[in-house]
Every structure is written in structure tokens, then in C-alpha cells.
């Protein structure tokens, strides 16, 4: 049981450029979140998902995209990475019945030149 | 809106002594509220939540609706338990998601 797993753990992009990061997540949740984590800011969520096939987004959700097509998988997309996207990203899934009880997983360190 | 405040970033204390990290929200509603924790290498994992009143690793957290306050606390510091701990609030016009604060680095000097 590996619980919530991100890939990749590091990366270094050009203004500009494009990538995705993957969650997933094998304890059959419901919930899955997409979070960054600022120094000072806290964690502040990008998207998260109800259920395989929806979507929404959360507090900062400009330039990120995401999908979620399979149940254990969410999916972060940048576009166009731009520098103040240089973070570090958390995923996260819950069971629906215990929302505010979440399951993260390592982070990804995301840095754009 | 609702909104975490934890106004300090850092909080250093000496092995043994007290801990308490502060923690304000601001919301509308019945706020239900959590300590997440994330030590040196580790990933994020909650720690306490206040409806269930328990005492985890020794810290407890009460609710104070009048003061809107939810402070972790530790009546004696061990130097396991430097990390970073954020407060959270869930519920509210976010729906089911979670407004964390900022985070307070605990670090426990020997």
C-alpha cells in the first residue's frame, strides 16, 4: 500500500515550457486535491476532484489545468510555466465521508527559469 | 471569507519547556478544525483534529469559539518535535476543502 505518490519528485523547466505532474493515489479515495506550498503562505489548493470524471477549481487555479480520467490518478498540467509557478506541489486525497482528513504525498519541487 | 491565521513563522524553545503554537480563523459558520504536521523529510500528515479531543504525541488543541482561536499545545517540548505545523479550517463557502494557515517551524534546541 503506497498510499499517495507524485512523479516526478524534482524538476526544472524554461519559461514557458510545459508539464505534467502525476498523483496517484491506491486507497480507493474519493477526493483528490492539488496543492502548492509558498513559504509563508501555507498550502493553498490549485484544484481538486469529487469523483473520476470532475473537476473544480480552488483558491489559486490560474495558469494549472487538471484532469482526472481514472479514479486513482489527478493529473497537474502547466501550460506555459511562468517563475512565480516555482513551488512546491502537493497532491492529496481523502475518502469523501472524512474530506478534511487528507493523505499527501511527497511534494514535487517544481522550478522555472 | 474564511481565513488561517498563525502569526508566528518561527517558535523556538528549549528542550522541556512549554509549547503552545497560536492558531485564529475567521469564519461564519461551525468551524471544524485540525493540526497537520510535517517533519524534517516527511510528508505532511495530520496530527489532531478538535472534534475528536485527543491528545496525540502529547499536544492537544481546544477550541475557543469566543476568542476564534484553536492553539496547539504541549506542556513539555521534546526535540522530536521540531517540524512544521500548519492549522487548518475546513467547511465553509470552500465546501468540503481544507484553508490552511501559514505555518509556525517549531524548532526544539537541546
Known amino acids: 500500500n503506497a498510499g499517495v505518490t507524485q512523479t516526478p519528485k524534482f524538476r526544472v523547466l524554461k519559461t514557458g515550457q510545459s508539464m505534467t505532474l502525476l498523483c496517484a493515489q491506491d486507497m480507493n479515495h474519493e477526493y483528490m486535491y492539488w496543492y502548492r506550498q509558498d513559504p509563508g503562505m501555507g498550502l493553498r489548493l490549485i484544484h481538486y476532484s469529487v469523483g473520476e470524471g470532475t473537476t473544480a477549481k480552488g483558491e489559486v487555479p490560474d495558469g494549472y489545468n487538471v484532469s482526472r480520467l481514472k479514479k486513482q490518478n489527478f493529473l497537474l498540467g502547466l501550460e506555459s510555466a511562468a517563475p512565480s509557478q516555482t513551488s512546491v506541489y502537493f497532491c492529496?486525497?481523502?475518502?469523501?465521508?472524512?474530506?478534511?482528513?487528507?493523505?499527501f504525498g511527497p511534494g514535487t519541487r517544481l522550478t522555472v527559469t | 471569507a474564511q481565513r488561517v491565521t498563525q502569526p508566528e513563522k518561527l517558535l523556538s524553545v528549549f528542550k522541556g519547556a512549554p509549547v503552545e503554537l497560536k492558531c485564529n480563523y475567521s469564519?461564519?459558520?461551525?468551524?471544524?478544525l485540525f493540526w497537520y504536521v510535517q517533519y524534517s523529510r516527511q510528508r505532511l500528515q495530520l496530527l489532531l483534529r478538535?472534534?475528536s479531543r485527543e491528545s496525540i504525541k502529547g499536544f492537544t488543541a481546544d477550541l475557543n469559539k469566543g476568542e476564534t482561536s484553536f492553539h496547539l499545545k504541549k506542556p513539555f517540548a521534546q526535540e522530536e518535535d521540531s517540524a512544521m505545523y500548519y492549522c487548518?479550517?475546513?467547511?465553509?463557502?470552500?465546501?468540503?476543502?481544507?484553508?490552511f494557515g501559514g505555518g509556525t517551524r517549531l524548532m526544539v534546541k537541546p
Open positions: 487548518a479550517l475546513g467547511g465553509g463557502n470552500a465546501g468540503n476543502m481544507l484553508t
Open positions: 478538535h472534534i
Open positions: 492529496a486525497s481523502s475518502l469523501d465521508l472524512a474530506p478534511y482528513e487528507q493523505y
Open positions: 469564519y461564519s459558520g461551525s468551524p471544524e
